[in-house]
């Protein structure tokens, strides 16, 4: 029989059949592919369902592993935990990979099942089959990428910075190394192009990373993306599972009103702004706590007013377009309720000078801000973690008040005397000033206690007399 060749297209992928002359015919009827070839061979044809996973070529063998099963597909699924556990170190090892499905088999089919939140049955169904084969797939490509070395230390701290879609250098790399890591765990959080470069593709990596954890999905690695990309690395290269948190709601609108807040606004632009000031204070004690009730009263006004004092900006106690947002910012980047600290924060490690950026920067503006406002003569800061010339000047200004060395670096002699001095500030209820006030009450006190006792003891010794 002659024979004619089919091409069909589908999904970007060309599939060939030979079939016999006369499909032309069927082809101009409308039929397909498929339905040309039941039409040859109505009882030949046969389909076979496969859940294609790249790298590797075992398919399910179509019913169940489990205690009492032999042969190939058992050997070779003890081969690849045996191979999953390098990088997950709670399988446990299965000392003798022979095909036959054992206790010890089983007690690592559960073990692995437990790590990525499947059935704990020990039997390796559907599900459980084509999970280790693409953790197993995920591991070797990881193997790859070290041998070819692609793999970079990322050290035991998050970097200080934070990047978004433009950003170029060494923290991106850092980034897209720890994505394309994280990838081969979590399907739905897409590897990257390791060039350096945080383009559209980063960050949609990003934005994936984040939906996924329950963060802000701004596609902006900040110091609370960071940390967790940070965790969730360092947790799958110590096979220790991590449950990801149901993707954050975001408020229905954070978008500024298009009318100032002050005394006397109601409604639900400034419950939120109320919402978001009880939120930072938190953080920020000195901003004093409301009530959410939607009404712009006096006690807002204050906590306006502090906030404004706090981040650089005029205290007029009015809610304005900038005002609106750097609460919202300052909100955001809050991440959630935190304790405030108990001791002032310890020095970084390396000065802070000008080009210095992060999160230290932004707790030293934060902290002469706040000196600022005992000390006129230091000047406000914008708090963006940017140490520019107006952070030098201020940290010249405060240099010069208290009589340290006027060259606009923070040392480790500037930051512990600014932090000292502004924790009591921040995070105090009293002043030193109070405390020596407090203090020379006290001291009164006990005199005239005294002088209380030298008065009775006398009018006592006077009644002895008589």
Not at 191 to 204: A, E, H, K, L
Request: charged fraction near 15%; include cysteine; charge should be positive.
């Amino acid at each position: 029989m002659r024979a004619n060749n089919v091409r069909h297209y589908k999904n970007g992928v060309v599939y060939f059949w030979t079939v016999p002359w006369g499909t032309v015919s069927l082809s101009n009827q409308g039929l397909t592919p498929l339905q040309i070839l039941r039409a040859y061979y109505p009882r030949d044809l046969e389909l076979v369902r496969t859940d294609n996973i790249g790298g590797v070529t075992e398919s399910y063998p179509g019913s169940p592993l489990a205690q009492g099963s032999q042969g190939n597909a058992v050997r070779t699924m003890q081969n690849y935990l045996n191979r999953i556990r390098v990088n997950f170190p709670a399988i446990p090892q299965i000392p003798n990979p022979n095909g036959v499905f054992g206790p010890e088999t089983a007690n690592a089919v559960r073990i692995f099942q437990r790590t990525f939140n499947l059935t704990q049955d020990g039997v390796i169904g559907r599900g459980t089959w084509y999970k280790i084969v693409q953790i197993y797939v995920g591991v070797t490509k990881l193997a790859e990428l070290t041998s070819e070395g692609q793999r970079i230390g990322i050290g035991e701290n998050p970097p200080t910075s934070t990047i978004r879609e433009g950003s170029r250098g060494p923290d991106v790399i850092q980034l897209q190394f720890i994505l394309n890591f994280i990838s081969q765990f979590y399907n739905d959080i897409p590897s990257v192009i390791q060039d350096g470069v945080f383009g559209r593709s980063t960050r949609d990596a990003v934005v994936a990373f984040q939906r996924k954890f329950g963060l802000t999905q701004d596609g902006i690695v900040g110091p609370a993306t960071w940390k967790l990309l940070y965790q969730v690395y360092k947790n799958v290269e110590a096979g220790i599972g991590i449950t990801p948190q149901p993707p954050v709601t975001p408020p229905p609108s954070t978008a500024y009103p298009g009318t100032p807040l002050r005394v006397g606004s109601r409604g639900n632009s400034v419950l939120l702004m109320q919402q978001y000031l009880n939120r930072i204070s938190s953080r920020y004690p000195s901003i004093p706590r409301l009530a959410e009730d939607g009404i712009f009263g006096a006690g807002t006004g204050s906590a306006v007013r502090e906030f404004q004092r706090l981040f650089g900006l005029n205290p007029d106690g009015v809610i304005g377009p900038l005002t609106w947002n750097r609460i919202v910012e300052i909100n955001n980047s809050i991440g959630g309720p935190t304790i405030p600290p108990t001791t002032p924060p310890p020095y970084p490690g390396t000065p802070l000078r000008v080009g210095s950026r992060g999160n230290d920067v932004l707790i030293l503006q934060e902290y002469l801000n706040r000196i600022a406002g005992r000390y006129p003569s230091v000047p406000r800061l914008t708090v963006d973690g940017v140490f520019g010339p107006a952070t030098q000047n201020s940290v010249v200004q405060f240099q010069r008040l208290f009589g340290l060395t006027a060259d606009g670096v923070v040392g480790p002699l500037t930051w512990d005397r600014i932090m000292t001095l502004a924790f009591w500030y921040l995070f105090k209820k009293f002043s030193p000033k109070s405390f020596i006030i407090i203090a020379c009450f006290f001291l009164n006190f006990f005199k005239i206690i005294h002088v209380f006792y030298i008065w009775w003891n006398s009018i006592k010794l006077s009644v002895a007399f008589l």
